[in-house]
DNA sequence: TCAATCGCTACTGAATTTATAGCATGAAGA
DNA sequence: TCTTCATGCTATAAATTCAGTAGCGATTGA
């Protein structure tokens, strides 16, 4: 009766939002192309295990409605679990979380090179 | 006398969606959690320098309105320039790219880990 | 019972993305 | 010159997503 119509979670194998080929990578890309995503596992990362509201701090008080889909998401990637300790990284999202890491040092270099490129 | 509102794209640095820090990370997030920006990325460093349509179409021809607006932000953030041969990827960009590539191969194993977890 | 915290939903309006059509420019040919 | 074609890109409207705010039901502790 209340068919909650349930949005595709991206999943590799799969067609994704901008790719039919079901490419793992453009999953991948579908999932994380999100508002907050990346921000979110970074957080969870850095900060451990964490409840709902402590995460909707570290992310600058983003919308719980944003936060509620994005674990969603994030969840039924494998890649986040919600347990006792509130919610937390699993081994797959601590991989991706590494993955990120090198992201953070170069997003450095680029502040810089921006920086003697551009003059405004 | 058109003082089109151009939207602020994020640089490290700067305060941007989300995030009042200005960390470098937060701008890359940021630039890179929008819809197609890591997919136009990674078309670019996969095909080679390439035309606006060309671009469209290894893209599953995503609307040029999006297209045009990526690449304004991937331009202005200095990882991609538009000369010659059309759209390619600049020294920064393929930084970039490189290290979205670990996260092609992340892909295939996640999508192996969901299948084996998951009996949907 | 009262307050405080938890995860989370409802609702509304704003922003972003999509889809489609088509324009302006320039090169190449007839 | 007059098409024809490909280029980059804009205009417009509809659909989707996101943000901001309020608040609910459950739980915990005083």
Chains 1, 2 share one sequence.
Not at 60 to 89: F, I, M, W
Not at 99 to 119: D, F, N
Request: charged share 25%; hydrophobic share 40%; proline share 8%.
């Amino acid at each position: 009766m209340n068919e909650k119509k349930t949005k595709p979670i991206p999943r590799p194998g799969q067609p994704v939002r901008g790719s039919k080929t079901g490419e793992p990578i453009m999953a991948l890309f579908d999932l994380m192309g999100r508002r907050w995503a990346m921000g979110i596992l970074w957080a969870l990362n850095k900060q451990g295990p964490s409840t709902f509201r402590e995460l909707q701090a570290y992310c600058d008080g983003l919308s719980p409605t944003v936060l509620n889909t994005r674990l969603k998401e994030l969840r039924a990637a494998g890649l986040v679990d919600h347990g006792e300790c509130g919610y937390q990284a699993l081994p797959l999202g601590k991989e991706l979380f590494e993955l990120l890491v090198p992201m953070g040092r170069w997003a450095v270099q680029w502040g810089k090179a921006l920086e003697s490129t551009k003059t405004d």
